[in-house]
């Protein structure tokens, strides 16, 4: 029996060569094609296609519709159409459970996956180095296995909620500080930002601010703050699967049967009020910010899925936060990836160090190659000093950065080590500091804030009276 396939693209001469070599197919039926988004949503719920092709959408980023589509639709066999480049990003689909095939893409690919067992689930990646050649090598990782059909009284997913995805109520500050490396302060920088922002105004309005820690296993964020870590990302996570396993007994279901992607089946029907936010945070007194932290217990975190992670950033949109401030862990696995495809803007964080630097340099180059939108990462040196082996100058040259594009800093203050020690932050602290007017700079740069308003404990001095001896040798 042929598998329908819905092509989701918006080169539309690519997808009428695809069309024409596959219109004789035995394994294939084409049942139509999208070249926007708003397109895709109705073709997938109008046809309800076996398998969908994935190509390049220009009014979304691929990582971000991927999770979408895969959430929204969990039964579908999803498959991404990558070129050379972004098959970089092929451990992030795999983790999504959407099979990558390698452009150009041959017929003979896509009939492949078709010709296999119904269950498409393992991740798979096809590459072709010759267009005659059909041996197609396949390199299976057994992350996701393909759902059953749910025999009696199967759910069916709120599309709905795709709708909602689409539109927002109010776009977000959502803020994504990453370092590739650890120990380079960028939970320090996190904290400080969001204190920051947390004592500012917008039209005439405080800001409200949250931030989130999403090192996963080993987060400080709650720690240097001096803040309890209960609730936090877990608990939240917890009242997310209460409510799954409620909805499957509901259908029948024995929930301690089900497998990852039949949650994910479940989680498109979930609908989580932002309103519910307030039961997982705790609140630093001293300036009203509110703290989502990571664990109390490591092993909490192996228990965290991608849907869950999913879940909670689409909660966190369509939250009252004026500011949204993630904290990532100095990796590449899905909380990070997600935390950086869901931010409007990126601090990338480093030190002007050789492996700090070598690895901000890999990481541009990556996202680069993967068409991320350069314009949202502003580069930050922490902890320079006067003195360096490397000037900003030369570092930003080596990041292959515009002239024009400014590389912020933070300076090697005294002030900050007894700042991270006594979890009081720098931005609290009385009078000026280089560290402070730093932190300032950057802030104003991420985001455009009411005129210039006193920091708290950052009164001007009074004027010293002059004595007479100054008056006299001055």
């Known amino acids: 029996m042929k598998k329908s396939l819905l092509i989701v693209d918006d080169d539309i001469e690519s997808i009428h060569v695809l069309r024409q070599h596959l219109a004789t197919s035995q394994w294939l ?23 969908v092709l994935l190509g390049g959408i220009k009014e979304t980023e691929r990582g971000v519709i991927c999770q979408q589509f895969r959430l929204a639709f ?10 050379p480049q972004e098959l970089m990003w092929e ?6 459970g959407i099979w990558v095939v390698a452009k150009p893409i041959q017929p003979g690919q896509i009939e492949a996956l078709a010709m296999m067992s119904p269950s498409l689930g ?29 025999a009696e009284a199967p759910l069916q997913p709120d599309f709905s909620a795709a709708q909602t995805i689409q539109a927002p109520q109010k776009a ?23 204190v920051f922002f947390s004592t500012q105004k917008k039209e005439g309005h405080p800001l409200r601010v949250l931030a989130v820690d999403f090192n996963l296993d080993l987060g400080t964020f709650a720690t240097t703050l001096n803040l309890p870590r209960t609730p936090n990302i877990f608990t939240w996570v917890q009242e997310i699967d209460n409510q799954l396993q409620a909805m499957a007994r509901r259908q029948g279901r024995d929930p301690l049967l089900f497998r990852n992607e039949e949650w994910q089946e479940y989680v498109s029907a979930l609908n989580l009020s932002p309103h519910d936010i307030s039961k997982y945070i705790v609140s630093h007194t001293e300036t009203g910010l509110d703290v989502l932290t990571s664990p109390r217990d490591i092993r909490h975190s192996f228990e965290i899925k991608d849907y869950h992670l999913y879940l909670i950033l689409e ?14 862990a100095p990796d590449t696995t899905d909380a990070t990836i997600q935390a950086l495809f869901f931010a409007e803007q990126v601090v990338m964080v480093g030190n002007p160090v050789v492996d700090s630097i070598e690895n901000i340099q890999r990481l541009l180059k990556l996202l680069r190659e993967a068409e991320y939108p350069e314009a949202r990462i502003q580069v930050c040196m922490n902890r320079l000093q006067r003195k360096e082996m490397f000037t900003l100058d030369e570092i930003r040259a080596y990041f292959q950065l515009h002239p024009s594009k400014k590389i912020f800093s933070i300076p090697d203050d005294a002030e900050v080590k007894k700042s991270i020690n006594s979890g009081i932050p720098v931005m609290l602290h009385p009078g000026r500091s280089s560290a402070k007017d730093a932190i300032e700079t950057l802030g104003k740069a991420l985001l455009p804030i009411d005129s210039e308003k006193t920091m708290p404990g950052a009164q001007p001095k009074a004027k010293e009276r002059p004595s007479l001896f100054r008056w006299l040798w001055g």
């Open 315 to 328: 909660t966190l949109k369509h939250s009252q936060y004026d500011v949204i401030l993630i904290d990532t």
């Open 172 to 194: 977000k500050h959502l803020i994504t500080v990453y370092g590739p490396k650890g120990g380079v302060g960028k939970t320090f920088i996190s904290r400080e930002l969001a």
């Open 74 to 83: 969990p039964h579908l066999s999803f498959i991404a159409a990558c070129s």
């Open 91 to 96: 451990p992030f689909f795999r983790n999504l």
């Open 122 to 150: 393992a991740t798979t990646i096809i590459k072709t180095s010759h267009p005659d050649d059909m041996s197609s090598s396949f390199s299976s990782q057994n992350l996701f296995t393909a759902p059953q059909t749910v």
């Open 29 to 51: 039926d084409i049942c139509g094609y999208a070249t926007r988004v708003e397109e895709a949503w109705q073709m997938l719920q109008a046809t309800r296609p076996d398998m």
